[in-house]
């Protein structure tokens, strides 16, 4: 699960609650062996709330640093960071960002930033990871978003205009 949301009026509803069983029924039915979510120790932004997975039978099977890989396993298995996440580091001075289009608000965010660096001649590498393979090479956690600076894992949250221009000076 890359993201499940229900905002404003609609919380307390319900709704999250019949995503995530459409979500676990699916699976089973295309005979996966599990359903995994990104989530964190402390609540993050932009990702998953760990109390509410947890209430559904998930479990933390493993973690880098505060962020924690929650699985609800269907046979038993434990499924595990990739080895390349847990380096959190890329050989790039370039500000990298990893990104997914599962997520609109990304490509409104990729466009921002893009525009903004035209204007200051500032060498951005964007990686769309829209495969399967892509997605197990990042080497970082990632949700639907990642960004590096100097070769060093930064952030999973989105950057718009504001937010890019602050990393700048951080």
């Given amino acids: 699960i890359y993201c499940l949301w229900v905002s404003g009026k609609f919380k307390g509803h319900g709704y ?4 995530l069983e459409y979500v676990i029924n699916d699976a089973k039915k295309k005979g996966k062996q599990g359903v995994c979510v990104i989530s964190s120790k402390k609540k993050k ?4 709330d760990k109390k509410f997975f947890l209430k559904y039978g998930f479990e933390v099977v493993d973690q880098i640093e505060d962020y924690e890989l929650l699985s609800l396993s269907f046979n038993h298995q ?3 960071f990739c080895k390349n996440v847990k380096q ?5 001075n370039h500000i990298t960002l990893y990104y997914s289009p599962q997520c609109p608000f990304t490509l409104n965010c990729i466009n921002e930033i893009k525009e903004y660096i035209k204007d200051y001649n500032i060498q951005v590498d964007f990686i769309k990871v829209d495969t399967l393979e892509k997605a197990k090479n990042i080497p970082c956690i990632f949700n ?3 960004v590096f600076k100097n070769g060093k894992y ?4 989105l950057l718009n205009k504001k937010g890019f221009e602050k990393l700048l000076n951080d």
């Fill in 45 to 48: 932004s932009y990702l998953a």
């Fill in 16 to 19: 999250g609650k019949q995503l």
């Fill in 154 to 157: 930064v952030s999973h949250i």
């Fill in 144 to 146: 639907n978003w990642a």
């Fill in 88 to 92: 959190m580091v890329i050989d790039s």
């Fill in 78 to 80: 434990k499924p595990s």
